[in-house]
């Protein structure tokens, strides 16, 4: 069972850069086909896919936000992070990391999340 | 995008009682659908898959159906731990989610 837990910084300046970091336990962050995937929730609204990284290394972004975003992943720390740049106020949001795996016979699912952290862009 | 949208956003229910939830996709996504369960706090879980594949532990009261752009999530008979968020997901292309539903107790 894969285990995943989102860390970083609950607060953001207006114009900064969010940075946050999901750790894996129970996978490796390069094998097994894994989506490794941030998904977001501001209050009150649905959920929001930011992007993935694949196992490969490859990335896919919401086009809504790519030219902000960026989704890495650290084969020696076994975690992964993303980056938006130049934030607003409508970026805070509950973010969560999920994931699933590659399959040629079933559609995706996200099998493993963690619990998310609230990240609050103000002054 | 595909939009899914998601009805009732909420609802209130008794212990016992059958609750079906709907999500329709704005276009055709097979069986790319999936349903989840979210309590505050906590990591969501996956509860079907693939329209309705039971995930592997999840109680035989949940059940998926439906197909193209119309997906229903029921739970025949709700039990205390079901009160919680409910919301569909479409893998078809990228990914989006419903709006969520609230089930509260009556």
């Known amino acids: 069972q894969v285990q995943l837990q989102e860390s970083g910084p609950g607060l953001v300046k207006p114009s900064q850069t969010l940075s946050l970091t999901c750790t894996v336990s129970?996978?490796?962050?390069?094998?097994?086909?894994?989506?490794w995937t941030w998904i977001r929730q501001p209050a009150g609204k649905g959920l929001e896919w930011i992007g993935r990284v694949y196992s490969t290394g490859d990335t896919y972004y919401n086009s809504s936000l790519k030219s902000r975003v960026t989704i890495s992943a650290d084969t020696s720390r076994n975690h992964f992070s993303l980056h938006l740049t130049s934030v607003t106020a409508a970026d805070t949001a509950m973010y969560y990391c999920a994931t699933g795996q590659h399959s040629t016979t079933w559609p995706l699912r996200f099998d493993s999340w963690g619990r998310g952290t609230l990240v609050t862009v103000s002054s | 995008d595909i939009q899914m949208t998601q009805s009732p956003s909420s609802l209130s229910a008794s212990v016992g009682d059958r609750v079906t939830i709907t999500c329709r996709a704005s276009r055709s996504i097979s069986n790319y659908l999936n349903w989840y369960q979210h309590k505050p706090g906590k990591a969501p879980k996956i509860l079907i898959y693939?329209?309705?594949n039971l995930q592997s532990g999840v109680p035989s009261r949940f059940s998926g159906s439906g197909s193209g752009t119309d997906f229903s999530l029921t739970i025949s008979s709700l039990q205390p731990e079901d009160f919680a968020t409910y919301f569909c997901?479409?893998?078809?292309?990228?990914?989006?989610f419903g709006g969520g539903t609230k089930v509260e107790i009556k």
């Open positions: 997901q479409q893998t078809y292309s990228t990914v989006t």
């Open positions: 693939a329209v309705s």
């Open positions: 129970g996978a490796s962050i390069n094998s097994g086909g894994y989506y």
